[in-house]
T-cell receptor, first 115, second 115 residues
Framework: AQSVTQLDSQVPVFEEAPVELRCNYS??????LFWYVQYPNQGLQLLLK??????LVKGINGFEAEFNKSQTSFHLRKPSVHISDTAEYFC?????????????FGKGTTLSVSS | DAGVIQSPRHEVTEMGQEVTLRCKPI?????LFWYRQTMMRGLELLIY????????DSGMPEDRFSAKMPNASFSTLKIQPSEPRDSAVYFC?????????????FGEGSWLTVV
């Protein structure tokens, strides 16, 4: 079984500051890793995903994440945030071995960007 | 390109009434997922289908919940009878399960309030 822990439920930052949203996972098998974003009153959309290869993954809207297998982490970063980045961010995993399987999500981190 | 379409977007119903939520996945996708989102429990997987066949319904909270996928382009999630604790946002999502690590695409959600 897999599980995801997002270490911060809320992260307040000022505009143009850097941000890191932390994600740790637990799994007895190798996994794929995902970050999704949810803007208010909307569904979730994919920010980025790690399947294999380079451990630094770049996504949309200037976000990137780094996979660290030894620390079982997949932290999300952005060097300079905008007001429009205010949203809920979800880290998720799925096992490598199963096609068409569901994602297991963390509880989410609310990023609040203020001016 | 149409995304995942859910209906109704908002529903307010009285306790004890039957609620039916509907979902049209993205054309060509062969996996469909129902998730529930609440403040307390975050995003929970209720059930998912591959090629219209239910694969894992272990997340369905109790017998009051049922889901069907009669064909590749339609699914329903039914709650009968509904209770106030069922109030949540219900998301339908779909993916094309070829191999592993496939992106899951979410609908805008159905916001259910049971009074």
């Amino acid at each position: 079984a897999q599980s995801v822990t997002q270490l911060d439920s809320q992260v307040p930052v000022f505009e143009e500051a850097p941000v890191e949203l932390r994600c740790n996972y637990s799994s007895s098998v190798s996994v794929y890793l995902f970050w999704y974003v949810q803007y208010p009153n909307q569904g979730l959309q994919l920010l980025l995903k790690y399947l294999s290869g380079s451990t630094l993954v770049k996504g949309i809207n200037g976000f990137e994440a780094e996979f660290n297998k030894s620390q079982t982490s997949f932290h999300l970063r952005k060097p300079s945030v905008h007001i429009s980045d205010t949203a809920e961010y979800f880290c998720a995993v799925s096992p490598l071995s199963q096609a068409g399987t569901a994602l297991i999500f963390g509880k989410g981190t609310t990023l609040s960007v203020s001016s | 390109d149409a995304g995942v379409i859910q209906s109704p977007r908002h529903e307010v119903t009285e306790m004890g009434q039957e609620v039916t939520l509907r979902c049209k996945p993205i054309s060509g996708h062969n996996s469909l997922f129902w998730y529930r989102q609440t403040m307390m429990r975050g995003l929970e997987l209720l059930i998912y289908f591959n090629n219209n066949v239910p694969i894992d319904d272990s997340g369905m909270p109790e017998d009051r919940f049922s889901a069907k996928m009669p064909n590749a382009s339609f699914s329903t999630l039914k709650i009968q009878p509904s209770e106030p604790r069922d109030s949540a946002v219900y998301f339908c999502a779909s993916s094309f399960a070829q191999g592993t690590g496939n992106t899951i695409y979410f609908g805008e959600g159905s916001w259910l309030t049971v009074v």
